[in-house]
């Protein structure tokens, strides 16, 4: 039973270019959470989304990042025109059910660490 | 305004010796969860616990166990005769009823640093 998937497990991007961050959640999760971890900091959340839909995206910075989780296939996180400040892990969970259903545990992938150089 | 608090930068212990996080919270919600997750040194997230708000039961699982008090607002979590490989951050998080579930709220993190 694989576990939530993120790829790559390692990004380096130069200051302008575009960052394409992949999550493909746990078989049976319609649910897809992305969280961004600066160096020595703790976990922030993102945006929260179930299949084509965006449910929560108070925590997206309001330009240049976007993220989707289409019909088919795995969620993405895109960060345009990166700078360095975007260096960071970046997580995504996955959960079965949302709204604070007994199902909701939230299980992270293994985490994309984007650099900025 | 952070939500959860985790007082303890770092904790070091050496092995065998029982360590406690404290994990504080803050919310106007009746209904949310508190939950625990291990983030080792290679940096997955490795989750511990989810309890409801409405489950004040203390909870252990081997040598983890959680002290959960709502009249404080606390989410504690001891490791008994630590091991080495408990070395990690732990994180606290919280999920609010009115906040969209799905969003966990972080505390800073503890690291437990557990030497032989």
């Known amino acids: 039973n694989a576990g939530v998937m993120q790829n790559p497990r390692h990004l380096v991007r130069r200051r302008g270019q575009e960052a394409r961050l992949r999550c493909s959640p746990m078989?049976?999760?319609?649910?897809v959470y992305w969280y961004r971890q600066l160096p020595e900091e703790g976990l922030k959340f993102m945006v929260y989304l179930q299949k084509e839909n965006i449910i929560d995206e108070s925590g997206m910075p309001k330009e240049r990042f976007s993220a989707e989780f289409p019909k088919e296939g795995p969620s993405i996180l895109r960060i345009q025109q990166v700078v360095r400040g975007d260096s960071a892990a970046y997580f995504c969970?996955?959960?079965?059910?949302?709204?604070?259903?007994?199902?909701?545990?939230?299980?992270f992938g293994p985490g994309t660490r984007l650099t900025v150089t | 305004a952070q939500k959860v608090t985790q007082a303890q930068t770092e904790i070091s212990v050496v092995e065998k010796e029982d360590v406690t996080l404290d994990c504080v919270y803050e919310?106007?919600?009746?209904?949310?969860?508190l939950f625990w997750y291990k983030q080792p040194p290679s940096g997955e997230l490795v989750f511990l616990i989810r309890r409801n708000s409405f489950d004040e039961q203390n909870e252990i699982s081997g040598r983890y166990s959680w002290n959960f008090q709502k009249s404080t607002s606390s989410f504690n979590f001891t490791i008994t005769a630590s091991q080495v490989v408990d070395s990690a951050v732990y994180f606290c998080?919280?999920?609010?009823?009115?906040?969209?579930?799905?969003?966990?709220?972080f505390g800073a993190g503890t690291q437990v640093v557990v030497t032989p």
């Open positions: 998080a919280l999920s609010e009823e009115s906040d969209s579930w799905g969003k966990l709220q």
């Open positions: 919310t106007r919600d009746t209904t949310y969860y």
């Open positions: 078989k049976g999760h319609s649910h």
């Open positions: 969970a996955s959960s079965p059910a949302g709204g604070g259903a007994k199902e909701d545990e939230q299980y």
